[in-house]
């Protein structure tokens, strides 16, 4: 295994540097961000503020040449790097060849070898089937959609915490209300919220959290009535929560023993990002449904539920799909990046990452008792800050340092219930001094904060 040549990454011209040349936004950008401002709806609302033009490797370039340090990925999408030549080759080839037939009216290759890759890749060695849908929220609907058709049952348990999307029924899944769900109701029905184990608050076993969950379930919906438990194996935007041990399996354990569905979101966590193709490997469970989007295709819309396959046939003919599913630009693009994530040692990487950052975060935390936790896995690490003396969620000063990083070319995104985690999301492309350079800054600001 060879990990990739980030030199190579993103093309040569693109210099693996931090770089500010103004301060952000330069006159381009802001010229940029104003026409945005008259043209977008404020609903839209960005973190970073800069127009990129270029990206790869571990930076992105705005329209002033400023070059900045990617923590972000793009929410976790960019895992291999932006622009990967064989992502961006393999997009090119396609787009010669044909961009659209439609799967559901004339099939294609592309889209088939992505479905027998995810059901290769995922945990589990039963049978399994694969379907294609644009984003992650759409592939949370479908695995919702075939865990009730496969049961006859209504009910979906999601979790405290838990993110899944902004359509109407993955806002109704979602927990965090300011600013995914305010204002936007009615929501869907049918959709129960269990506790979850959070370690660093709630001080449970996993065994415990789990029996808490469970009772919730039974007592307040009930098993006869509950299609399917919906998790993220580490919350995302809630928090880049990692449950304690035992809990996942526990229940995933009684979801067998009742009938019902149990469905891992892994659209954050997945494709090598954890440190394993799957976050789920990690604590020994195999979902019946996965849904995957974010990383799968190095940057193109593509997201897929996997499963197993008696659950995912149980759907009549024509019952999922959808115009543009399995686009065969996207697929392509998926094939090649599924290549580099299997055979350029993109798990190695995600692990030396995971290392680098524990290590650094870690010494962080023993000098400043603000940061209560650091906890994550592989390349989607984060740090929890807290008022030292009570423990209570500090979202102030977890934005403050987030802009103050931001500002000195090093883009990092915060998450969180309570708003108050900085997490971590590397590139896989990025190189060991442009990360800790990265770290450099975000303690400076912690420093000076
Ligand atoms: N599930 C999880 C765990 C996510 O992190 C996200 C996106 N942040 C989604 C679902 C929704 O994905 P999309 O934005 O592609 O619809």
Redesign the pocket.
């Known amino acids: 295994m060879t990990l990739i040549d980030v030199t190579s990454v993103g093309g040569p011209a693109l210099a693996q540097e931090r770089r500010l040349v103004t301060a952000l936004p330069g006159p381009r950008s802001a010229e940029i961000l104003a026409r945005k401002a008259d043209a977008v709806p404020t609903g839209v609302a960005h973190t970073v503020p800069i127009a990129a033009v270029a990206a790869g490797g571990g930076v992105v370039v705005d329209a002033d040449g400023n070059s900045l340090i990617d923590l972000g990925s793009g ?2 999408v960019t895992t291999i790097g932006n622009a990967h030549p064989k992502v961006a080759a393999a997009i090119a080839a396609q787009a010669a060849r044909f961009t659209h037939t439609c799967f559901m009216i004339s099939p294609y290759e592309e889209y088939i070898a992505v479905a027998e890759a995810l059901n290769r890749l995922t945990p589990g060695s039963f049978a399994k089937k694969t379907a294609l849908f ?7 609907e479908n695995a919702v959609k075939i865990a009730r058709k496969h049961t006859g049952r209504p009910a979906i348990i999601a979790f405290e915490h ?6 109407n029924l ?1 806002m109704a899944l979602t927990a965090k209300a300011m600013p995914y769900k305010s204002g936007f109701g009615p929501f869907a029905p049918e959709v129960y919220r269990a506790p979850l184990s959070y370690p660093f608050r709630d001080g449970l076993s996993g065994a415990e959290a789990a029996a808490r969950a469970i009772a919730v379930i039974e007592k307040q919906v009930g098993a006869d009535s509950t299609a399917a438990v919906l998790i ?1 194996p580490i ?3 809630g928090g880049f929560i990692v449950p304690a041990d035992g809990f996942l399996p526990a229940i995933v354990e009684w979801c067998r023993a009742n009938g019902v569905v149990f469905i891992a ?5 997945g494709f090598a990002r954890t440190g394993t193709m799957f976050a789920s490997e990690q604590f020994g469970i195999e979902p019946d449904l996965i ?1 995957t ?2 990383g799968i295709a190095g940057g193109l ?1 593509l ?1 897929a539920v996997t499963g197993r396959a008696e659950i995912m046939d149980a759907t009549h003919a024509g019952g999922l799909g959808g115009t543009y599913g399995g686009n065969p630009i996207a697929c392509a693009a998926a094939l090649a990046a599924i290549d580099v994530f299997e055979n350029d040692g993109m798990l190695q990487r995600a692990q030396q990452i995971g290392t680098l950052l524990h290590l650094r975060l870690n010494a962080l935390q023993v000098a400043d008792s603000r940061i209560g936790d650091v906890r994550g896995r592989g390349a989607m690490t984060a740090i929890e800050f807290v008022d030292p003396t009570t423990n209570a969620p500090d979202a102030a000063l977890t934005a403050a340092i987030a802009k103050a990083c931001i500002a000195q070319g090093v883009i990092v995104l915060t998450c969180g219930t309570f708003g108050n985690v900085i997490r971590f999301l590397p590139p896989l492309a990025i190189s060991d001094d442009l990360l800790n350079e990265g770290l450099d800054v975000v303690a400076a600001a912690l420093a000076a904060h």
């Open positions: 929410i976790a644009n984003s992650g929220a759409e592939a949370v838990g993110y899944h999307g902004r359509t993955t993220e919350q995302g935007e979101d892994e659209v954050q966590t849904a989007a974010k819309p997201a």
